[in-house]
T-cell receptor, first 114, second 109 residues
Framework: KAGVTQTPRYLIKTRGQQVTLSCSPI?????VSWYQQTPGQGLQFLFE???????NKGNFPGRFSGRQFSNSRSEMNVSTLELGDSALYLC?????????????FGSGTRLTVV | QKEVEQNSGPLSVPEGAIASLNCTYS??????FFWYRQYSGKSPELIMS????GDKEDGRFTAQLNKASQYVSLLIRDSQPSDSATYLC?????????FGSGTKLNVKP
């Protein structure tokens, strides 16, 4: 069974640009969550989508947005990139009905903003 | 107060010893509890889940849950250098996951 697939694995962008990251969850998983991980801050929750609806949202500025498609694939977008957005962005999927099944994480997208 | 608290470590144990990792959480209605292992530069990997009070064993790993005291622990028996990683505790309330900041474990040969 294929795992959670994130593309691209690495990205280098310039300040002010925007970026779109993609996540394909495990087949049958309806919940997709996004996290930002930096060395000093640990895992910071961005948002969660379930059946194409944003179900939960973290405390990030409006520059960070996401969406989920009918096939459960998800994208997140960061506009007007800042140096502080450099981080590992992780996508995680779960069946999503009760939360009891836990997350499976993708390998992440490492974003560097220069 | 953070929803999930972990000692950041590092926790150093000799090879073959028992490593004990602890986690406390703030919300009494938390329903599900997970331990993830994260190697440097890699993504978190689910290693244990526990839902009811008591112990749950899986190989060298034992998860312990005490809802009255609001803590979860992970014991790693016969620790190996390959267990050196950061261990993240996660607590779930109604589909919302809360992660601790992780405890770094060093197992010395």
């Amino acid at each position: 069974k294929a795992g959670v697939t994130q593309t691209p694995r690495y990205l280098i962008k310039t300040r002010g640009q925007q970026v779109t990251l993609s996540c394909s969850p495990i087949s049958g998983h309806r919940s997709v969550s996004w996290y930002q991980q930096t060395p000093g801050q640990g895992l910071q929750f961005l948002f969660e989508y379930f059946s194409e609806t944003q179900r939960n949202k973290g405390n990030f500025p409006g520059r960070f947005s996401g969406r989920q498609f009918s096939n459960s694939r998800s994208e997140m977008n960061v506009s007007t990139l800042e140096l502080g957005d450099s981080a590992l962005y992780l996508c995680a999927s779960s069946l999503g009905v009760t939360g009891n099944d836990g997350y499976t994480f993708g390998s992440g997208t490492r974003l560097t903003v220069v | 107060q953070k929803e999930v608290e972990q000692n950041s470590g590092p926790l150093s144990v000799p090879e073959g010893a028992i490593a004990s990792l602890n986690c406390t959480y703030s919300d009494r209605v938390s329903q599900s509890f997970f331990w993830y292992r994260q190697y440097s530069g890699k993504s978190p990997e689910l290693i244990m889940s526990i839902y009811s009070n008591g112990d749950k064993e899986d190989g060298r790993f034992t998860a312990q849950l005490n809802k009255a005291s609001q803590y979860v622990s992970l014991l790693i028996r016969d620790s190996q250098p390959s267990d050196s990683a950061t261990y993240l505790c996660a607590v779930v309330n109604f589909n919302k996951f809360y992660f601790g900041s992780g405890t770094k474990l060093n197992v010395k040969p």
